[in-house]
């Protein structure tokens, strides 16, 4: 078998290791859940792609990604209960019907229009899915994924909300809450129960998480962003050991900050505009 850019190429090729006569022992024995965490990895990697604005593993990364949808819809047909042409004409059905100023006679103005029209769309769906599914009090939060990682959902969560006005007023509120909280952490450290502390941090993530939204930035992404800051600083405190020819675990606080401090300081001078704690 040769391949090709057509996608029908691919959908054969899946089959064809689901075979039960003649496909792979390892495709033939996994099932949804064995390889639904494949389909989150997949994404994750296309997302790093396009943030490290690499276009040659972006190509390749889109390509495992693909493979998911096709690898389930296979699965789901050998089962009977959908194949992936029923995927194909179920999204282009909804991207027609969610855009009716493209597809239809509805002019929207402008792009803040057209999202406003495309959740209006989106509210009514969900009301028509919990009938469905006989969900005689469908709430706005029900299709926020459980699934998505805690800050992302939580983002999402308060996001929801907001849309029908339960929402702080401005960034100030916002800030106050944390401060709120974080004294909250302080009270049930002191109390020395374990249960209200983990209790405690939480809430308190979950209001940086409502602080990020109203700000406008993706709490996730900030984080990876924090997270790559770290590690690319912690990298140069490492390398600065190896210099002194000092083990990391031996070489004492003072010290190991006197090197994040150094590669702080020089971050700071090729952007003097940009304030970074520790």
């Known amino acids: 078998m040769q391949p090709s850019r057509d996608i029908s190429r ?3 090729i899946m089959a064809a290791l689901r075979d039960p006569s003649s496909g792979c022992p390892w495709d033939l024995v996994q099932d949804f859940r064995s390889i639904r965490h494949y389909t989150i990895e997949e994404a994750y990697e296309v997302a790093d792609a396009i943030e490290r604005e690499d276009f040659a593993d ?11 949808p096709i690898y389930h819809a296979q699965m789901a047909k050998e089962a009977g209960h959908f194949d992936i042409g029923d995927v194909v004409e179920a999204i282009t059905e909804k991207l027609i019907r969610r855009h009716p100023h493209v597809f239809g006679d509805v002019v929207a103005d402008g792009a803040v229009d057209a999202q406003d029209r495309w959740e209006a769309i989106k ?11 006989g969900d005689v009090e469908p709430s706005i939060l029900d299709d926020v994924p459980q699934v998505l990682p805690a800050l992302a959902r939580a983002e999402k969560l ?13 960034l100030v509120a916002v800030r106050a809450k944390i401060e709120e909280e974080l004294a909250e952490v302080a009270e049930a450290e002191t109390s020395g129960d374990e249960g209200a502390l983990r209790e405690e941090i939480g809430d308190l993530l979950f209001a ?10 993706d709490p996730e992404a900030a984080l990876r962003d924090a997270n790559s800051k770290f590690t690319r600083r912690f990298h140069y405190v490492e390398a600065r050991c190896r210099e002194d020819a000092v083990e990391p675990a031996s070489a004492g606080l003072d010290r190991l900050d006197g090197y994040w401090n150094e590669i702080r300081s020089k971050d700071k001078s090729k952007d003097p505009t940009r304030q970074s704690g520790r």
């Open 10 to 12: 691919l959908i054969e």
């Open 58 to 68: 972006l190509r390749e990364e889109l390509g495992d990604l693909l493979l998911q």
């Open 123 to 133: 509210v009514r769906e969900r009301a028509a899915k919990a009938e469905r599914k």
């Open 158 to 170: 308060t996001k929801r909300a907001a849309k029908v006005g339960f929402d702080w007023p401005d």
């Open 208 to 217: 940086v998480a409502n602080l990020a939204r109203k700000a406008g930035v």
